[in-house]
């Protein structure tokens, strides 16, 4: 695996992830650990998780921490600024473009178009991270708290987070304890 081939996947995945971070993730996974094979399904996951603790855009850390894991620190930089670029050309057009368009019927209708589509991947990430990793009771139990605290009482998404995390910490050290 070299530095172009590295370049040239990364500006697949910018040029064909439509629907932002959550809804590209998919599209991630797919080339890398099926198509590709770089990385192993558990280590993309841990990739993953990883992502989404760090501040920024999700889809934007997934490919640092896959260019870094692959390339090291120049590889880092190199998956981050070829996902982003087709972006970057596309938002320079559609600023160019966009004050004659936005008034248009038929440019609605792409934009209404585009809506459940992108809302099906979303459920589609849900459901494969959730197939992924809720194998037994806990996580399962945590996975609706938390839905149920973030959904339904409307709790910071960062509190729950902290919750988990300080939940896992816990019964990983109680564990440990109970082993020795």
């Known amino acids: 695996m070299n530095a172009l081939r590295l370049a040239l996947a990364f500006l697949k995945i910018g040029i064909l992830s439509f629907g932002g971070g959550y809804a ?3 599209f991630i996974e797919q080339e890398i650990v099926k198509v590709r094979g770089w990385m192993p399904q558990n280590e993309f996951i841990r990739g993953l998780a990883l992502a989404q603790l760090a501040p920024g855009p999700v889809m934007t850390n997934l490919a640092a921490f896959i260019g870094y894991r692959l390339k090291g620190i120049p590889g880092g930089a190199l998956a ?11 938002v320079l057009l559609i600023a ?10 038929s440019f609605q ?12 991947i979303l459920a589609a990430v849900t459901a494969r991270l959730a ?9 399962i139990l945590l996975a ?3 839905f149920t605290l973030i959904f339904c009482l409307n709790i910071h998404s960062l509190y729950v987070v ?3 995390v300080l939940i896992a910490v816990v019964l990983a050290l109680k564990g ?5």
């Not at 160019?96 to 019927?105: H, K």
């Not at 209708?109 to 099906?120: H, K, R, Y």
């Open 24 to 26: 590209g993730i998919t």
């Open 80 to 90: 981050i600024l070829s996902l982003l670029f087709p972006s970057f050309c596309l």
């Open 96 to 105: 160019a473009l966009f004050g004659r368009f936005s008034a248009s019927s």
């Open 109 to 120: 209708a792409i934009l209404n178009g585009v809506t459940p589509a992108i809302l099906g």
């Open 131 to 139: 197939l992924a990793h809720l194998r037994s009771a806990l996580p």
């Open 144 to 146: 609706l708290v938390s």
């Open 162 to 164: 902290l919750g988990s």
């Open 176 to 180: 440990r304890n109970n082993t020795c």
